[in-house]
């Protein structure tokens, strides 16, 4: 009797929560020591799954989780970045932090740290493929692990907080969890595209210009 009472008592939700949350903790502290993983669209979707469950606080559960994760990763990476630096032949995490900031997001980053110091953060964690170059804006300032630390506690907050939103407008458009989930994840992937799509349409103006110059000097005013 014993143990039909229990088996009657795991229901699918519960389920999903033993595995769901601790799965959801893993892959965002990966996703923010390896900048590969879509740590957004997992968040949005763990958010979606919540949003159709009858447990209590299933929600701020996936809260809770998602921000944590994100800065034990983000803390973490900025660790193992500054011991690169402090090495004499640099550090592997140190290089992929470098490969992944570009100069042109590096120089930005580092002119919006010097503007607004730790703040800028923040709008690291909310601008995609921004949280890298502002780390390391960050390294190359030699900022404090515990400043650091600081600044990134609202950043991951903000961070999960928006991608839940995005997961609970995709959960309440649809019936359907999984319809919720294909809709956030799109959504977030275009939300991660779409930047580097503007920089590279906007990459290849300056490249056009010569050629109309060489045409018409005169008449082409980027040549005044």
């Given at each position: 009797?014993?143990?039909?009472?229990?088996?009657?008592a795991?229901?699918?939700?519960?389920?999903q929560q033993?595995?769901?949350?601790p799965?959801?903790?893993?892959?965002?502290?990966?996703?923010?020591?390896?900048?590969?993983v879509?740590?957004?669209?997992l968040?949005?979707?763990?958010?979606?799954?919540?949003?159709?469950?009858?447990?209590?606080?299933?929600?701020l559960?996936?809260?809770?989780?998602a921000s944590?994760?994100?800065?034990?990763?983000?803390v973490?990476?900025?660790?193992?970045?500054?011991?690169?630096?402090?090495?004499?032949?640099?550090?592997?995490?140190?290089?992929?932090?470098?490969?992944?900031?570009?100069?042109?997001?590096?120089?930005?980053?580092?002119?919006?740290?010097?503007?607004?110091?730790?703040?800028?953060?923040?709008?690291?964690?909310?601008?995609?493929?921004?949280?890298?170059?502002?780390?390391?804006?960050?390294?190359?300032?030699?900022?404090?692990?515990?400043?650091?630390?600081?600044?990134?506690?609202p950043?991951?907050l903000?961070?999960?907080?928006?991608?839940?939103?995005i997961?609970?407008?995709g959960?309440?458009?649809?019936?359907?969890?999984?319809?919720g989930?294909?809709?956030?994840?799109?959504?977030?992937?275009?939300l991660?595209?779409?930047?580097?799509?503007w920089?590279?349409?906007?990459?290849?103006?300056p490249?056009?210009?010569?050629g109309?110059?060489?045409?018409?000097p005169?008449g082409?005013p980027?040549n005044?």
């Open positions: 009797m014993f143990l039909a009472a229990t088996g009657a795991v229901t699918p939700e519960t389920t033993a595995i769901g949350y799965s959801l903790f893993l892959l965002v502290l990966i996703g923010a020591l390896v900048p590969v879509p740590t957004g669209a968040v949005s979707s763990a958010a979606v799954v919540a949003f159709h469950q009858t447990t209590p606080f299933a929600l559960l996936v809260f809770a989780v944590l994760a994100a800065f034990l990763g983000d973490a990476l900025y660790w193992l970045g500054r011991r690169g630096m402090g090495s004499r032949n640099g550090s592997r995490w140190l290089e992929a932090i470098r490969v992944r900031a570009p100069e042109d997001r590096l120089s930005q980053a580092q002119e919006k740290l010097s503007d607004h110091g730790a703040t800028v953060l923040v709008l690291s964690r909310l601008v995609p493929a921004g949280r890298i170059p502002v780390m390391l804006a960050c390294l190359l300032a030699k900022m404090p692990l515990r400043a650091f630390a600081r600044g990134d506690i950043a991951c903000a961070w999960a907080a928006t991608y839940q939103v997961g609970i407008l959960g309440s458009l649809f019936d359907e969890p999984w319809e989930v294909v809709a956030a994840v799109v959504l977030t992937v275009a991660g595209l779409a930047p580097g799509l920089r590279r349409v906007r990459g290849t103006e490249r056009e210009r010569p109309r110059g060489t045409e018409n005169a082409d980027g005044r």
